[in-house]
């Protein structure tokens, strides 16, 4: 499937429309290849896809491969970037692991057709893939939250990691790790590139609004100055801001679906609870009423954390890194010694 301008899916049949077809598989675009698991039947969810090409050329490069280099990828997708990685670093050494057999399977078979020599293994990616460790390079192709320790197990000393990471609130930047001797990982982040999630580091979908309401949770009113563009347009801002809260989520909604109104209300949800805060623009206006129903303080929440990064100087996201240990993951600005959120 294609995906236009405006972000809409056109579905693509090689039989029907060989000359489409093939012009899409050379478009600089995302081509999406499956939705909703291949289940059917849900909210048309992308689910795999052939990457944007400049962003799997962005990430190899990022990879620093070499030939010889022993390669582990997660997300085989449709093969695509398994026959890059094999074509730089030779017959054998990549073993690419994707969690739905399906898609591994026809992976497999156009990687057959290539020529390429890839080891695709039908499993969840979160494990890494033991038998073939260890590895060189660790490249992921599909998002995380937390970057899952078996990868840093599985890796040289000297090696990386690189892999999409993002928050509910702000998908995505590049994570680049460097394996450390010690059995940890550290880098980080630059670029910005928006990958779907691996399976089980999905947020939960936001669902509707009206379903959030409940009679026994208060509702506030309030007005505030600050421009919902600031927060969420602005990549930078909106990085820090899903580093420093993390379970938040948004959605822009704009009157009558026509961005050119200039009307709009932004809406904040906590993926895992009925919290919920909206926020609105009409044109012209300064200041902006915001609606807050639930436990907690969305609103409050992000604009503390607006205030944290824009005190802080307002750092680009490429001063943040992260180091990944036995002990899980932390997220820093500038350095280790000064973890954030
Ligand atoms: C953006 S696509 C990968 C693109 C692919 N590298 C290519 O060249 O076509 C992301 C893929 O990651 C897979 N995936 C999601 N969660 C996974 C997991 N936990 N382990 C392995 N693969 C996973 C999806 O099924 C999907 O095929």
New binding site residues.
């Given amino acids: 499937m294609w995906i236009d301008e405006n972000g809409k899916l056109t579905p693509i049949h090689r039989d029907d429309s060989p000359t489409e077809w093939m012009a899409a598989c050379y478009s600089d675009r995302p081509l999406i290849t ?1 939705l909703d698991d291949g289940m059917g039947g849900g909210e048309g969810r992308s ?5 944007m090409p400049t962003v ?1 050329a962005m990430m190899l490069d990022a990879l620093d491969l070499s030939p010889g280099h022993r390669v582990l ?10 026959a890059l990685l094999a074509a730089r670093a030779g017959a054998g050494n990549v073993t690419s ?4 057999p399906a ?1 591994a399977e026809r992976a497999r078979e156009a990687l057959r057709a290539t020529g390429r020599v890839v080891g695709v293994v039908a499993a ?3 494990d890494g893939h033991a038998p073939a460790a260890p590895y060189d390079r660790v490249l992921a ?2 998002a995380v939250r937390r970057v899952p320790y078996a990868w840093v197990e599985q890796a040289r000393p000297g090696g990386l990691i690189v892999t999409p990471w993002g928050t509910p609130f702000h998908n995505g930047a590049l994570l680049r790790l460097r394996v450390h001797g010690d059995g940890t990982a550290s880098g980080h982040f630059g670029g910005n590139v928006a ?2 999630w ?3 580091q999905r947020p939960p979908p936001g669902g509707a609004v009206e379903d959030r309401v409940r009679p026994d949770h208060p509702t506030t009113d309030s007005t505030t100055d600050l421009h919902p563009f600031h927060a969420l347009s602005d990549f930078d801002a909106s990085f820090a801001i899903g580093v420093r809260v993390p379970a938040m989520s948004s959605v822009v909604v704009f009157d009558g679906d026509d961005p050119a109104s200039g009307a709009y209300t932004a809406y904040l949800m906590d993926p895992y609870g009925p919290s919920w805060a909206s926020w609105r623009v009409d044109p012209g206006a300064t200041e902006f009423p915001v609606r807050r129903h639930g436990p907690r303080n969305l609103f409050g929440e992000l604009a503390d954390a607006y205030r944290w990064w824009s005190e802080a100087g307002k750092p680009a996201h490429t001063r943040f890194g992260a180091t990944i240990g036995p002990g899980g993951q932390t997220v820093w600005l500038d350095s280790p010694a000064d973890p954030v959120g």
């Fill in positions: 499956q689910t795999s896809s052939a990457s799997v990828e997660i997300g085989t997708g449709t093969g695509y970037n398994a692991v994707e969690v739905d898609i969840d990616g979160g192709t599909a990958f779907m691996v399976r089980d």
